[in-house]
């Protein structure tokens, strides 16, 4: 078994001077998954011992590796970034096994089995270090380049690389090692920095370990699998790649994506068979999707669960939050905050759900804002109707109790409770408890002046007199309307 003879070292202390954004490149999020968990899930599936080296935000690598591996894995700080050499001999008192994978953090398309077969023809070949090679079209000098002539094999480094010297169709080095500690024990010190970057070169134990006339394994992998991200493009390139990825595994599993290259989905989510996913969809870390739903154009579902045939319109967002299977929701709908939507609840246009839960087949499809709201099932929510839960201070809870019928353009003030099939009439502020059975009705009561509109216009046209009259004499004009103010009052 791999693990028994083998140890793992990530390299993850370095400044991602390159990303320009003073942040370590290896916490930001390759589809969904900060880059630097690619290797450590990799490690920890194939049960391998694993030790990180880290330095430049350290805390930040810590902390996403510990909420998000149950194995136990090492940290080791590396003060000060002197290169990838002097990052690997910072780790030496905890060298116990026969051989050590030395993997780069910045190389998250990295598989399983690049691992296990380097490790097989390193042993093979009883090589003291082995190392994945690749083919690299790029004109850009980027990347150690694999040079092997008469004089034996180095790595020669880009900022050491001269076209004039070297041949420019070599491979390139990968930044995937698997030596024996012995040979790391007695050579790690040799490395030096007579280089252009003045840095310790961790590739030199490939040239060190050719001079010793040891034996030393190159082991080719496709380019797309060992892509190095060093700037923001190169992030780009290999999210689209794992992007594409996902998209061809979950098509095989029976999804349909209407338009796949504008379509964003994240490792770590489930799709169920014969759901449909339309353009510009974003398909979130965390989220599950059941059967034979359809979401919609420009939807966001993210970290929440949707049973089976739910559909959801365009512009909708779910996040943190359950859907119940049949459930219709949106367009322009807003889902959030620990949400539970039951069964074939309908959610319709700008309408906003924030930590509430809408029990089964009830409805609230126009213009409306529920929050902190418990509503039972077959309850009708009017357009327009708003939970008052925030008093400035405190949050309120709204309860509506099964079949309620709640009219147009209600104010709910929290905290509120409405009974079991009770009616609030349409444009009600609604401030006290309404108990089961009753009709509520909070609103100014309606007068009719029958025939007043003539009375009215009389009125109006005096006003117009006088104020054409008293055109030049400001003072006097505000009387009529004073005194038509007082008459409407009554
Ligand atoms: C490195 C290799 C290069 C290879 C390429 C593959 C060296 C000298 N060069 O170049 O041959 O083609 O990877 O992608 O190794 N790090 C530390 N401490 C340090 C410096 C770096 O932990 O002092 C870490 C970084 O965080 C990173 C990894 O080591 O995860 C590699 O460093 P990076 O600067 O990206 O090396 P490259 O220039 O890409
Ligand atoms: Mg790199």
């Known amino acids: 078994m791999l693990s028994n003879k083998l140890q ?10 390159r990303f320009n954004t003073g942040n370590t490149k290896l916490a930001e999020p390759l589809c969904g998954r900060p880059m630097i968990l690619y290797p450590a899930k990799m490690l920890e599936e194939l049960c391998i011992d694993s030790t990180f080296v880290v330095g430049y935000q350290k805390e930040k690598i810590e902390d996403i590796i510990k909420n998000n591996c149950s194995n136990p894995v ?25 051989h050590v994978v030395i993997l780069n953090g910045d190389v998250p398309l990295v598989t399983p089995d690049i691992i296990e077969n380097l490790y097989n023809e390193h042993v093979k070949a009883n090589a003291a270090i082995s190392l994945v090679v690749s083919h690299y079209t790029g004109t850009d000098h980027a990347y150690g380049r694999v040079i092997q002539d008469q004089d034996g094999i180095k790595i020669v480094e880009a900022k050491d690389f001269k076209e004039e010297v070297y041949d420019t169709k070599c491979c390139i080095n990968a930044g995937i090692y698997i030596a024996k500690t012995e040979f790391l024990k007695n050579c790690i010190d040799k490395i030096n920095t007579k280089n252009a970057a003045k840095e310790f070169y961790l590739t030199s134990l490939v040239e060190i370990a050719c001079k010793k006339d040891l034996d030393i394994v190159t082991f080719y992998a496709p380019y ?47 799709i169920g068979a014969g759901t449909t996913i339309g353009g510009g969809v974003h398909i979130l870390s965390g ?42 929701i949106g367009p322009f709908a807003h889902i959030h905050s620990q949400s539970k939507i039951e069964e074939g609840v309908e959610i319709g246009n700008f309408v906003e759900v924030k930590q509430s839960t809408i029990g089964k087949q009830s409805f609230a499809k126009h213009l409306a804002y529920l929050g902190n709201a418990e509503i039972g099932s077959h309850v009708n929510i009017g357009a327009g109707t ?47 408890d ?41 003072s006097c004009e505000t009387l009529p309307l004073k005194k038509e103010k007082k008459e409407q009052e009554l």
């Open 434 to 474: 309404v108990p089961e059975n009753s009709l509520a009705i909070g609103r100014a009561k309606q007068s009719n002046k029958e025939n007043y509109v003539q009375k009215l216009l009389e009125k109006l046209q005096g006003r117009s007199q006088a104020i054409t009259v008293n055109k030049s004499q400001e």
């Open 386 to 432: 708003i939970t008052c839960n925030y008093d400035g201070i405190h949050k309120h809870q709204t309860i509506i109790k099964n079949n309620a019928f709640i009219g147009s353009n209600n104010t709910l003030v929290a905290p509120l409770s409405i009974g079991q099939n009770s009616f609030t009439a349409a444009g009600s502020t609604i401030t006290e």
């Open 287 to 328: 989220s599950k999707i059941g059967k034979h739903c359809t979401i919609r154009k420009f939807s966001t579902i993210d970290n929440s669960v949707l049973k089976d045939n739910v559909e959801i319109f365009p512009n909708t967002i779910v996040r943190d939050s359950q859907i119940g299977k049949n459930a219709k």
């Open 74 to 98: 090492h940290f080791i700080h590396q003060e000060k970034q002197l290169g990838t050499g002097h990052a690997v001999a910072c780790t030496q008192h905890l060298w116990n096994k026969e």
């Open 8 to 17: 793992a070292i990530v390299l993850a202390a370095g400044k991602s001077s």
């Open 224 to 270: 797309d699998k060992i892509r190095g991200i060093n700037t923001f493009e190169e992030l780009w390139a290999a999210e689209q790649i794992k992007r594409s990825q996902l998209i061809r595994y979950w098509m095989k599993q029976g999804v349909r994506f209407q338009v796949a290259q504008n379509i964003h989905i994240d490792v770590d989510i489930e």
